[in-house]
């Protein structure tokens, strides 16, 4: 995990700290590719540090590799209050 993954975690965590929330507003802040927030977000999931759900029905809150919410897990609250 890179500074940019805990980033990611912070973020979601700011903009959303009770509930999954389309990674495209979380890349309101982040200010990344989509492509690349797309593939970490993969990378934090098998991590276990974030899960996510895929839509079946892409909208413009939507990533191009279908993901539509995120949020952190437990092992990401923690790894950010170790790491953050």
């Given at each position: 995990m890179d500074t940019i993954d805990l980033d990611i975690l912070k973020a979601i965590e700011t903009v959303s700290p009770k509930r999954a929330i389309s990674p495209v507003k979380v890349?309101?802040?982040?200010k990344l590719d989509e492509v690349e927030?797309?593939?970490r977000l993969m990378k934090?999931?098998?991590?276990?540090?974030v899960d996510?759900?895929?839509s079946d029905y892409p909208s413009s809150l939507t990533l191009p590799n279908a993901?539509?919410?995120v949020f952190v897990t437990e092992l990401g609250r923690k790894t950010l209050k170790e790491k953050g």
């Open positions: 890349n309101e802040v982040l927030l797309g593939d934090l999931r098998k991590s276990g540090h996510i759900l895929i993901i539509s919410k």
